[in-house]
């Protein structure tokens, strides 16, 4: 699988509120009708708690501007070679962008694709923190 995280900031004018709704009913839906074009097989988004919380994580880490959250994408390894996919994909990228740039500040919302390596898996543990029996 290739994965692609985008942490989002949102644009100034925004409450946080107002940009995880938009992000989760007006922009989730337009991700989902593309899905198939541009061929992804998981996206999740992952919206930050409230902000007390955040500010007690991030004023140990120098204060750094919070995120309003984490959009993960996944896609099998494989490259569209069709050109009519291409062309769809193309189409579809570019109304997915014109979207984000309602609601996310771009420049400041970092993406990058990442691998995964997974150091306590997902069922190593109970959830009273003993070791499942196999």
Not at 1 to 13: D, E, G, Q
Not at 44 to 68: C, F, L, N
Request: hydrophobic share 45%; glycine share 4%.
């Amino acid at each position: 699988m290739i994965k692609l995280l985008f942490c989002l900031r949102r644009l100034p004018h925004l409450s946080r509120e107002e940009f995880q709704s938009y992000w989760r009913d007006r922009h989730a839906p337009l991700v989902a009708s593309h899905a198939k074009a541009l061929a992804i097989r998981r996206y999740v988004q992952r919206h930050t708690m409230g902000e007390p919380t955040y500010a007690a994580m991030s004023k140990p880490r120098g204060g750094i501007a919070p995120w309003d959250g984490v959009a993960e994408l996944w896609w099998e390894r494989r490259q569209l070679t069709d050109p009519a996919a291409l062309d769809a994909a193309r189409r579809a990228s570019r109304e997915l962008l014109e979207d984000e740039a309602r609601f996310i500040d771009l420049p400041n919302s970092p993406v990058f694709f990442v691998d995964d390596f997974e150091v306590i898996p997902l069922d190593a543990a109970a959830p009273d923190g003993t070791a499942h029996q196999a």
